[in-house]
């Protein structure tokens, strides 16, 4: 894949990195419609699978088994009409338009794959983004986080040890005081939601051979600088939340910030401890380092600074979508919020512009299309707004209908990265595995 050949002659080569909410999509859009002709489309991704990031919740707290839900990207690509390329974008060289892959290692540290380069066109970059600690010293090495499948997996692991642990102390001694205490740090939408998942799988443990463990054995903190949880909901919306949580038993607290994490506790400003064997860090994001050296535009963030066509301001070639880039509409204070349903939205959007560019055509703007946000407290209730012409503005909803418009995101995705009949049929095979499947993965 050098750069030797002339253009003419050549394929058009569009390199998407990041196969997630928003890339994956786009792929299969792009294989779909031009893979197959005169363009090589490249999806360069660290992991060999995706699972739907916002699942994440449910896979750390056992609810869900990723294996069922998660997309094996060479078969994806091969149906689909694109290439996949493992491996971590490490830097871009803007002058010969190629990307830099880091070494591919095997688990033991052996380089199975030197560094290497890959030729672009155009460039999407939708790497998404990571937990952003603030700088909070001993969160990294003391607190887990929900950025991926193997941070999830870990928390599931460590949450059935603790689990078992307690089990067998109440076993030998029915009137021992044992718990397992989580902490989690963020009052949004993941941290709320992985305290209910929480309650969920705790009162499912017992049916799993664990007979003497039940939800009463779960003590939960829930941290939070703010005045109040979930701040993108309305305070009515919020207000409800925290009342289901703490009718959960969930410990919910507002206005405190965490100064430090030490092994298995928090330290909060005013010198309180919140001891835990747990420490989850949920508490916002910011997008990877790397991208700040890219000689691109970025912000405080490190996202890309992206103009209404959703090119980076610096290099029309290279498109960023998703929770990398920050893009805020003229006329509009507060940017484009780092949601699934966003990046959603931008991969057609980058979709429909690279294919005006095959045409020579004038790209079109972007325009977000804020649906609204739902915050899903697992079995026990939904409640959210919606937003848009369909409602007159802003509604609020919770219970039945709630879940199945929260729920829906997730249909909508599938549906966009296996098409139609084939998202519906995976759709189906997904109820019938609720019902023949355990409830909970203990593995
Ligand atoms: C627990 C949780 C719950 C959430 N719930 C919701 C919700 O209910 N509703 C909602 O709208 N949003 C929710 N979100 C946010 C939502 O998941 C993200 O906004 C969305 O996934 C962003 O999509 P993306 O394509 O930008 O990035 P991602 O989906 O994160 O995909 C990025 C991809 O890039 C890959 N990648 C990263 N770095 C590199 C690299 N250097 N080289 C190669 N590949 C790389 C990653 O492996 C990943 O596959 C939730 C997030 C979490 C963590």
């Not at 997630?20 to 197959?36: D, F, I, Q, T, W």
Request: with cysteine; net charge positive.
């Amino acid at each position: 894949m050098g750069t030797d050949t002339p253009l003419k002659t050549r394929k058009i080569q569009i390199v998407v990195v990041g196969g997630g909410a928003g890339g994956l999509e786009l792929v299969r859009r792009l294989g779909a419609k031009y893979g197959r002709k005169h363009h090589d489309i490249i999806l360069i991704e660290r992991n060999r699978t995706h699972i739907w990031k916002p699942l994440l919740h449910e896979v750390a707290a056992g609810a869900l088994d990723a294996n069922l839900d998660e997309v094996g990207y060479r078969s994806h690509c091969h149906r689909w009409g694109y290439r996949f390329f493992l491996g971590t974008l490490e830097g871009v060289d803007r002058s010969n338009r190629e990307v830099v892959l880091a070494p591919l290692l095997d688990d033991d540290g052996t380089e199975l794959i030197g560094r290497h380069r890959i030729r672009y066109d155009y460039l999407v970059l939708a790497i998404g983004s990571v937990t952003n600690d603030f700088g909070t010293p001993g969160v990294k090495e003391n607190c887990l986080f929900l950025d991926d499948r193997a941070g999830a997996d870990r928390f599931r692991n460590l949450l059935l040890n603790h689990c078992l642990r307690v089990s067998r102390a109440m076993s030998l001694d029915r009137h021992a005081d044992e718990h397992v205490r989580v902490a989690i740090v963020g009052g949004g939408a993941t941290g709320v939601e992985l305290a209910a998942e929480l309650f969920n799988s705790a009162g499912a443990l017992r049916h799993f051979g664990l007979e003497v463990f039940d939800e009463s054995r779960l003590k939960v903190s829930l941290v939070e600088a703010g005045p109040r949880i979930l701040p993108a909901l309305p305070a009515r919306l919020a207000a409800a939340a925290e009342g289901e949580l703490r009718a959960l038993g969930v410990d919910v607290r507002a206005d405190t910030r965490v100064k430090e994490a030490v092994p298995h506790a928090i330290i909060c400003e005013d010198g309180e401890r919140i001891e835990a064997d747990l420490l989850v860090w949920a508490a916002g994001v910011k997008a990877a380092p790397m991208l700040a050296r890219l000689g691109l535009e970025t912000n405080a963030n490190n996202q890309l600074i992206v103009s209404n066509t959703l090119q980076t301001t610096r290099d029309l070639r290279i498109f960023a979508m998703g929770d990398c880039c920050s893009h805020t509409r003229s006329g509009l204070e507060r940017p484009v919020p780092p949601r699934a349903q966003a990046a959603h939205q931008m991969a057609s959007a980058v979709f429909r512009n690279l294919g005006l560019i095959m045409r020579s055509k004038t790209l079109k703007p972007f325009i977000y299309q804020d649906h609204g946000s739902l915050v899903s407290l697992s079995r026990f209730s939904t409640v959210g707004s919606l937003m848009g012409n369909l409602v007159g503005g802003r509604m609020a909803i919770e219970g039945r209908l709630a879940r199945f418009v929260y729920t829906s995101l997730y249909r909508m995705h599938l549906i966009a990265i296996h098409g139609w009949a084939r998202g519906m049929a995976l759709l189906l095979v997904g109820r019938v595995n609720q019902i023949v499947r355990p409830q909970l993965k203990l593995h």
